[in-house]
């Protein structure tokens, strides 16, 4: 049992404490203020999807950093500390987010929270990582809520939304599709897409021949279906995640649409293939902000790849669990920095000294008041076979 549970009177030292051990039957606190003195492990917290319509994605992402943290704790831990991820469902919903983080925070005692899945998940705990001055590395979502205004305390791994819009709707355009649809998931993630569309069909003197919203974690998107298709729409940007885009997609078929259909990364590359039948599957297009994981040349994705089999046996390779491995890679190289008696803010100054760190063929790019770590993208298209050898 946490020796929180046993102590639920620490006072401010606990609530804001690094983690709780046992050592030599003693208990060994760690503040964000006073290095850690001969503690054993690392707490980080997770809260994800890990359960309901949208759960692959934080399955698959948790899976992909899992892979790293065991193999660094394999081989002595960072600074002979382990690490240990706790990760909590919360089904992708936010009012489940906010009780987790709480969790996470005031009985775990975490060190930094790690990989939140989501933009209204992470953008209903922003306040309290802000009250509590604790880092939050890595969250899944490109939203500009976490990088303008800058935020001391978030450090992405990933390009944003807006600019993974920019590459599909040039693309488009390019293409000879003009007349563009935009459908969004009703939540902050869509109203953050749908911004970001709007500003890359500008900037092209295009505006969009529809727009049409979808519910989060919903199966129904009929009326999305009919408005883009009565637009004569040609092409689509799908800002929603994959069981919305997945029930657009087939509606859309159904009505006899040959649009390109074209989705932000957040989707879930395996999910949206899975939901789907071949035949609607083939051709849609899909931004990505991690390389191709399948491509062993690329240093990063062989290294990927082997600790996925060390883990899982017959390893299932994607998008997210690489998405996952970096971030965690990231994070183990900022302890690191951090040195052998981190606190939280020495962790975030680590991290803000990585000016420029090859993870492996993915550059990291971070600084004191830019907390953006890359700007990778790149489109692929959904085969009528799935893209494993």
Same mark, same amino acid.
């Given at each position: ?108 005692? %975490? ?10 998940? %992470? ?112 092409? %689509? ?51 990505? %902000? ?100």
């Amino acid at each position: 049992m946490p020796l929180s549970r046993c102590l639920p009177k620490l006072g401010l030292l606990g609530r804001i404490g690094l983690s709780i051990v046992l050592t030599a039957g003693l208990p060994v606190l760690a503040t964000a203020g006073m290095p850690a003195r001969a503690a054993v492990e690392l707490l980080l917290g997770q809260s994800a999807a890990l359960s309901g319509p949208s759960a692959m994605l934080g399955r698959e992402y948790r899976d992909g950093a899992l892979a790293y943290f065991t193999e660094v704790n394999r081989r002595g831990g960072v600074h002979g500390r382990r690490l240990r991820l706790i990760s909590l469902d919360d089904r992708y919903e936010p009012s489940l987010t906010l009780g987790n983080t709480r969790q996470l925070i005031e009985r775990d005692r %975490v060190f930094a929270l790690f990989g939140y899945v989501g933009t209204p998940t %992470v953008k209903e705990v922003l306040p309290l990582v802000e009250s509590n001055k604790i880092p939050l590395i890595a969250p899944l979502t490109g939203a500009q809520l976490l990088r303008q205004p800058h935020r001391p305390l978030v450090f992405n791994l990933r390009t944003s939304y807006q600019v993974e819009i920019d590459r599909m709707v040039n693309y488009l355009v390019r293409s000879g599709r003009h007349r563009i649809a935009v459908v969004a998931q009703n939540d902050a993630f869509g109203q953050d897409g749908q911004r970001a569309a709007h500003q890359a069909l500008k900037r092209h003197g295009l505006k969009p021949v529809a727009t049409a919203s979808v519910e989060r974690n919903s199966s129904q998107a009929v009326e999305a279906a009919r408005a883009v298709q009565a637009a004569n729409a040609n092409g %689509v940007l799908i800002v929603a995640a994959y069981p919305s885009s997945a029930a657009f997609t087939r509606e859309l078929r159904q009505h006899g649409s040959t649009a390109q259909l074209m989705n932000v990364s957040f989707v879930g590359t395996s999910a949206l293939q899975a939901a789907l039948p071949s035949n609607q599957a083939s051709g849609i297009g899909i931004a990505q %902000v991690v390389p191709f994981p399948w491509n062993e040349r690329v240093p990063v994705v062989k290294e990927y790849q082997q600790l996925m089999r060390r883990r899982q046996g017959r390893a299932q390779f994607g998008f997210t669990s690489l998405e996952g491995f970096l971030a965690a890679k990231m994070t183990v190289e900022g302890l690191r920095r951090a040195g052998a008696n981190p606190t939280r803010q020495r962790f975030v100054t680590a991290l803000e000294s990585m000016r420029d760190v090859d993870l492996g063929g993915y550059r990291v790019q971070l600084g004191p008041q830019d907390h953006n770590g890359s700007t990778f993208v790149e489109l692929t298209f959904l085969g009528s076979q799935r893209w494993e050898p």
